[in-house]
């Protein structure tokens, strides 16, 4: 059984930072593209972040480019999100999934989510 378990939101202040982790089991995380995804209050899922499988490649949506950094551990099966320079729109569910949510984020394996909430 797949699953995946985050942790690492909480409260911060604009600007602030924080660093989310997703631990995985129940598959070949080594082998696995590996996303984030959000979902703000009262919306849809949003693609934040793709990692490839042996984390060479890194993709992100413009809104986070240069704010946001995904990275994995394949010895340790995690996936890691540091964010940077958050703003109140950042707030929001943030969900570690399995596959490529750059595709389409509605299409991979979400665990139950950290919430992450950006407010002074």
């Known amino acids: 059984e797949v699953q995946l378990?985050?942790?690492?939101?909480g409260l911060v202040q604009p600007g602030g930072s924080l660093r989310l982790s997703c631990v995985s089991s129940g598959f070949t995380f080594s082998s696995s593209t590996m996303s984030?995804?959000?979902?703000a209050p009262g919306k849809g899922l949003e693609w934040v972040?793709?990692?490839?499988?042996?984390?060479?490649?890194?993709?992100?949506?413009?809104?986070?480019?240069?704010r946001f950094t995904i990275s994995r551990d394949n010895v340790r099966k995690?996936?890691?999100?540091?964010?940077?320079?958050?703003?109140?729109e950042d707030t929001a569910m943030y969900y570690c999934a399995q596959g490529a949510a750059?595709?389409?984020v509605?299409?991979?394996?979400?665990?139950?989510?950290?919430?992450?909430?950006?407010?002074?």
């Not at 984030?36 to 979902?39: A, D, H, T």
């Not at 540091?82 to 109140?88: A, C, D, E, V, Y």
């Not at 509605?106 to 909430?117: I, M």
Request: no cysteine; proline share 0%; hydrophobic share 30%.
């Open 5 to 9: 378990v985050e942790s690492g939101g």
């Open 36 to 39: 984030w995804v959000r979902q």
């Open 78 to 88: 995690m996936l890691y999100l540091q964010l940077n320079s958050l703003k109140i």
């Open 49 to 66: 972040a793709d990692i490839s499988s042996g984390g060479g490649l890194t993709y992100y949506t413009d809104s986070v480019k240069g």
């Open 102 to 104: 750059r595709y389409n």
């Open 106 to 120: 509605y299409e991979v394996r979400r665990g139950q989510g950290t919430q992450v909430t950006v407010s002074s």
